[in-house]
């Protein structure tokens, strides 16, 4: 059961481009968007509706592991809202994926999907450490948040 001091955090609000992110992490799926034109299939986050590289509006969503590494972190000092400073000291942090270098998702690292944002200790994270995606519920959103793969 997710801390109900999560349910006053940000939570996301799909636009028409990044709907389909957030059906598929309510269904604990971790997708990217891909450019669907045959000769290019470029990953591309966040989603938009025109390739970058070729210009065409074809796209799909591309499954992904989930495993990444982290790329960068902060801690931030002060939270500066109520819902955050409740929970400090937190992370965010940057994840590149595994399967797609250039493609990287904010986030934090927790020690279980349902675990509050200050159960990591700042002190064990590193860069380049291997993550895991894990999914919680915030506000009526399913989000993805990470776990080290090795804790």
């Known amino acids: 059961m997710a801390d109900p001091t999560d349910q006053a955090l940000l939570t996301p609000v799909p636009d028409d481009d990044g709907a389909p992110f957030w059906e598929y992490t309510a269904r604990h799926e971790l997708r990217v968007q891909a450019c669907a034109a045959p000769d290019c299939g470029e990953l591309r986050f966040p989603p938009r509706p025109c390739c970058p590289h070729c210009r065409s509006f ?12 982290i790329w960068s972190y902060v801690v931030p000092h002060p939270p500066l809202l109520p819902a955050y400073a409740a929970q400090a000291p937190y992370n965010a942090i940057v994840v590149e994926l ?8 904010v986030g934090n690292l927790v020690s279980s999907a349902d675990a509050r944002l200050d159960s990591v200790d700042p002190d064990r994270i590193r860069i380049g450490a291997r993550v895991q995606a894990v999914f919680t519920e915030t506000g009526g959103v ?10």
């Open 98 to 105: 595994a399967e797609a270098p250039r493609i990287r998702l």
């Open 58 to 69: 074809d796209s799909t969503w591309r499954r992904m592991s989930g495993r990444g590494r």
């Open 142 to 151: 399913r989000v993805p948040r990470w776990v080290l793969e090795r804790p």
